[in-house]
């Protein structure tokens, strides 16, 4: 199956190429990571355009993680894997669990601080790190499934058109 679409990119394709099993490795995850933020060209540069992008990646996931692991759950690992990344990523903020401001504001707040590559980068480190920690957890498949029924709609957001061929 292709998918043709306004934005460059086929969300398709990615989960398509593992869709017997939905085992990505985290190469895979981060690259897709990585097209799911550049969609959009005519964004690419703008602070907003990214963390815009970022929060609707994270709250995707959230909608889909947080009926089976909580929201305490979720923002533990959301805050585990922020230590995980301050080595690559130093700008976004530490997260402890009961903060009075939300992760995710806390997490826009401090991309639009950065450089469109920065944050770009940044977002990538981080949601590879939070999906790694999860597949650890639930396992490798539910997690692709779970990645799919989460962002595969970003393609249909952005003016996506399926072609068989």
Not at 6 to 20: P, V
Not at 36 to 51: C, E, F
Not at 65 to 78: T, V
Request: charged content about 20%; overall charge negative; glycine content about 6%.
């Amino acid at each position: 199956m292709a998918t043709l679409h306004d934005c460059g990119l086929s969300i398709k394709i990615a989960f398509t190429y593992c869709k017997t099993t939905l085992l990505m490795t985290t190469d895979d995850r981060t690259k897709l990571i990585s097209r799911l933020l550049a969609l959009d060209a005519s964004a690419q540069g703008s602070p907003d355009a990214i963390a815009d992008r970022a929060v609707w990646l994270w709250e995707r996931l959230a909608n889909r993680l947080i009926p089976l692991i909580g929201q305490m759950g979720f923002e533990s690992l959301y805050a585990r894997a922020v230590h995980f990344s301050q080595s690559e990523c130093r700008s976004i903020s530490i997260y402890t669990l009961g903060q009075e401001t939300g992760f995710l504001q806390k997490l826009r707040e401090d991309l639009l601080c950065l450089e469109y590559d920065i944050a770009a980068q940044c977002v990538t480190v981080l949601l590879t790190r939070f999906i790694e920690l999860v597949a650890a957890m639930i396992g490798e498949a539910l997690t692709g499934h779970i990645l799919q029924s989460a962002w595969d709609e970003h393609s249909a957001r952005c003016g996506t058109r399926g072609v068989s061929e």
